[in-house]
Nanobody
Framework: QVQLVESGGGLVQPGGSLRLSCAASGTFFSINAMAWYRQGAGKERELVAIITSDRNTDYSDSVKGRFTISRDFAKNTGYLQMNSLQPEDTAVYYC??????????????WGQGTQVTVSS
């Protein structure tokens, strides 16, 4: 079993910054990809950013140039640095982690979600 603990959400004014963290623990061999999704009120969950095991990254067009995804392999922790936040970034942000639990066995887990609210 794998546990994901998210932190770092909160209320911020437009133009402000937040950094989300996602710490993975439990029984697994390694983390393959880590990603952040978000779901705004009345909207579908969408992929925000992803980082692979070889540190390749990709972002949704709406956050490119403002958000940065990173990971600390030693700590099994991922981060999402969010700058120049706008009201449309308001959402619940979810960490998503794909881990290797066997030689050819991978599984995906979700964090509990953390609320990010951008408002003046």
């Amino acid at each position: 079993q794998v546990q994901l603990v998210e932190s770092g959400g909160g209320l911020v004014q437009p133009g402000g910054s937040l950094r989300l963290s996602c710490a993975a623990s439990g029984t697994f061999f390694s983390i393959n990809a880590m990603a952040w999704y978000r779901q705004g009120a009345g909207k579908e969950r969408e992929l925000v950013a992803i980082i692979t095991s070889d540190r390749n990254t990709d972002y949704s067009d709406s956050v490119k140039g403002r958000f940065t995804i990173s990971r600390d392999f030693a700590k099994n922790t991922g981060y999402l640095q969010m700058n120049s936040l706008q009201p449309e970034d308001t959402a619940v942000y979810y960490c998503n982690v794909n881990v290797r639990i066997g030689t050819f066995n991978f599984r995906t887990y979700w964090g509990q979600g953390t609320q990010v609210t951008v408002s003046s």
